[in-house]
């Protein structure tokens, strides 16, 4: 019996897929066969992925979304089912970050986590249940991260955005269970994507260091001794997008090289 993952003929929707992890997800999601709509606010972006996995020989096309209001994001879902008749995959994946000690984090800031990371993330499990539970099946994978398992400091609204995501997900998850629908969420280790970028340029005007000897103290940390990829958290969205994972419903999948693995 073969164990290759083959989404052929599943329709899949990443947001946040112009770049980094999104992008990351949108290529796995597509070399397993899946047709997907890469979702952002930056539409150029998205277009410039997706024209990057048909040329790969992938199934894509880019979509204008802006995750924090709900309007748009219900207009993107119907946008994509209405383009290829229906949804099986949802993945919301847009997020943003403001590191540094709790007193720097504005009003503002916090209220732009938790409306990108959360408040987004439910907008697209709605819109994504609209289609999933007539047809009676769908696989919903949110990005939370390993800061959604174990509080970080330095990252108090974020880790409180995250450990939304995956409260969220355990709850939508006994909800829907009897339609058929799976909803499972992946925690990201350290990748040095845009947002890390900004992390690192956060703690470092809080005066904490330099971005180089800090993201290296984070990779140190990690007991397999690399930072991940984009492609190992878009494997672990694919398999959990999958048949493979038809009985795992309401987990946090953690890849983040063994790192915080403590409850």
């Keep these: 019996m073969s164990t290759e993952i083959d989404l052929t003929g599943k329709v899949a929707i990443v947001t946040g897929a112009g770049s980094g992890l999104g992008a990351g ?5 597509a070399k397993a066969g899946a047709s997907v ?10 277009r410039k992925m997706s024209n990057e996995i048909v040329s790969e020989g992938g199934k894509a096309f880019a979509v ?22 229906k949804l099986d995959i949802m993945c919301p994946n847009a997020g943003t970050c403001k590191a540094g000690p709790i007193e720097s984090c504005s009003a503002e800031d ?56 995956t409260a969220l997900t355990k709850a939508v998850a006994q909800e829907v269970a009897k339609d058929n629908i799976q909803v499972n969420c992946i925690g990201p280790g350290i990748i ?11 703690l470092v005007a809080a005066g904490l260091g330099e971005a180089d000897a800090l993201y290296k103290s984070f990779i140190d940390a ?32 953690l890849i983040n090289g063994g790192q915080f693995n403590c409850p």
């Design 37 to 46: 709509a890469l979702a952002d606010i930056n539409f150029d972006d998205a």
């Design 64 to 85: 204008e979304a802006d995750v924090t209001n709900e309007a748009s994001v219900f207009a993107m879902v119907d946008e994509v089912v209405k383009k290829l008749g």
């Design 110 to 165: 916090w209220d732009n986590m938790l409306k990108i990371n959360l408040t987004g993330h439910f907008y697209c499990v709605k819109a994504a249940l609209k289609y999933m539970k007539p047809q009676k099946s769908g696989k919903i994978v949110m990005t939370a991260s390993q800061a959604g398992r174990v509080a970080v400091p330095l990252l108090a609204g974020y880790s409180a955005s995250k450990f939304g995501v």
């Design 25 to 29: 997800i949108a290529k796995c999601l």
């Design 192 to 202: 040095r994507t845009k947002i890390w970028d900004k992390i690192l340029g956060d």
């Design 222 to 253: 990690i007991p397999s001794g690399r930072e991940q990829t984009p492609e190992d958290i878009g494997n672990a969205v694919t398999f959990l997008a999958s048949d493979m994972a038809s009985e795992i419903n309401g987990d946090i999948l």
